[in-house]
């Protein structure tokens, strides 16, 4: 029985790295990369520390607009599934790879199973949030990460074919966050070893298409009193490469890490500042605070548990500088490494599609 996988962006490829790994053995997999990230510090570099197989096909679409993007891919995943004719196709998140694979898929009616199914922003501004509404409602297996992501399916009538898994970026982090410790050298090689500091990603269309928040959030990691280093999304370079925006206080802006380095980096950093959904999750479970510069989170089981706080970018240098200097405030937003599962997530995903695809 083949089973398709479909990824498109950095964090597709290293969240369903352990459904790939899991899958292996069981199924015959078909890796399609849309080929929406395509810079080697994006993409190809993880198959590599992830010890992932070489995608069997990519689809090139490459950037442009929301629609172009999710026109490209939605021709190129047909045309494959129409010829591997799958017993089902994955797909893992928000992007527009899996909007793609869920239409291509249910006008198919080939069996689609996403991925971290049920997250809810409930802000429609999002291309995220559109993409994982839809994929939602066509999708026949529903892997759900945690019992709120369940509600949210719930409370939009989606109960047939959903399973609570915990997320697959727990096995991943679990997995990798020691041989970071083993192998990176990112630490020594930024000279920030022994150091507190910051480790920060800013990448959100709702925060670099503002040139004027992105110049508020850069300027107020600058000013913190410890190192921030900021691997940068080439979405966040573009726009500060076109405002000719230079730091020139505490902020290092490096280019996007392997897998391995950015998890040494987080791991051991003081506190996080991100935009990211992945980064939310993994500073939860690496215990490192996290500040959130967006108005609302997917990921609010971190907020509940007290270890991520959403910060506008007028708020962030007062709460920065707060968990910089005060331990026990710091302290306080740790301890809660378990809200997204137990680290066999992709197990659980792949036992399922097994069953429900006629294996025993
Ligand atoms: C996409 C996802 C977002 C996810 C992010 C992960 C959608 C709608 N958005 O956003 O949910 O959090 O990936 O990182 O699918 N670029 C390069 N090289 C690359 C890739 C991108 O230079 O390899 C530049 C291009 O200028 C491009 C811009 O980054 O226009 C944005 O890339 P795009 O793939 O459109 O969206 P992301 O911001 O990466
Ligand atoms: N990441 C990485 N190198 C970096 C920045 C992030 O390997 O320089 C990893 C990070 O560990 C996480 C994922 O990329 O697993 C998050 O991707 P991103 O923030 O691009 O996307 P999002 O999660 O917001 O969709």
């Known amino acids: 029985r083949e089973l398709a996988v479909v990824v498109g962006t950095r964090p597709e490829i ?6 790939i790994r899991a899958a292996e053995g069981r199924f015959d997999l078909h890796l399609v990369h849309t080929g929406q990230h395509y810079d080697d510090e994006m ?22 607009s929301q629609a172009e993007q999710t026109a490209s891919g939605l021709v190129g995943v ?8 799958p017993a089902a196709v994955l797909a893992l998140g928000d992007t527009n790879a899996v909007l793609s694979t869920a239409l291509a898929a249910s006008k198919l009616s080939t069996k689609f199973g996403h991925v971290e199914a049920g997250l809810r922003s409930f802000d429609r501004t999002m291309p995220e ?37 915990g997320n697959t970026i727990v096995d991943a982090c679990r997995d990798h966050a020691p041989l970071a410790a083993e192998r990176s050298s990112v630490l020594a090689d930024l000279g920030i070893a022994g150091h507190d500091y910051v480790a920060a990603t800013i990448h ?46 505490s902020l290092e802006l490096v280019e996007p890490l392997d897998y391995l380095d950015f998890l040494q ?23 490192v605070p996290c500040l959130t510069v ?67």
């Open 14 to 19: 290293i969240k369903m790295a352990p459904v």
């Open 43 to 64: 993409s190809g570099a993880f198959f590599e520390s992830l010890d992932l197989p070489r995608p069997d096909d990519n689809l090139e679409i490459g950037s442009g």
């Open 78 to 85: 047909e045309e494959m599934l129409v010829e591997r004719e």
């Open 129 to 165: 949030e559109v993409n994982r509404v839809v994929a939602d409602h066509v999708a026949d297996f529903s892997f759900a990460p945690t019992a709120k992501a369940i509600e949210h399916l719930e409370d939009e009538g989606v109960t047939a074919g959903v399973y609570e898994t």
């Open 204 to 249: 959100r269309a709702s925060n670099t298409d503002d040139p004027e928040r992105l110049r508020a959030i850069m300027d107020a990691l600058d000013d913190a009193s410890a190192p921030v280093v900021l691997p940068a999304h080439p979405r966040t370079t573009n726009v500060l490469d076109e405002m000719g925006y230079e730091p020139s206080g």
């Open 265 to 287: 980096l987080l791991n051991n950093a003081r506190v996080a500042v991100t935009d990211s959904g992945g980064i939310q999750e993994e500073a939860s479970i690496l215990e």
């Open 294 to 360: 967006r108005p609302n989170t997917e990921r609010p089981e971190t907020v509940d548990a007290g270890v991520n706080e959403l910060v506008e970018p007028d708020e962030l240098g007062r709460r920065l500088e707060t968990l910089l200097t005060d331990d026990a405030a710091r302290e306080a937003m740790t301890g809660h490494p378990d809200l997204y599962g137990d680290g066999s997530a992709g197990e659980h995903i792949v036992d399922v599609l097994h069953t429900r695809t006629g294996g025993e």
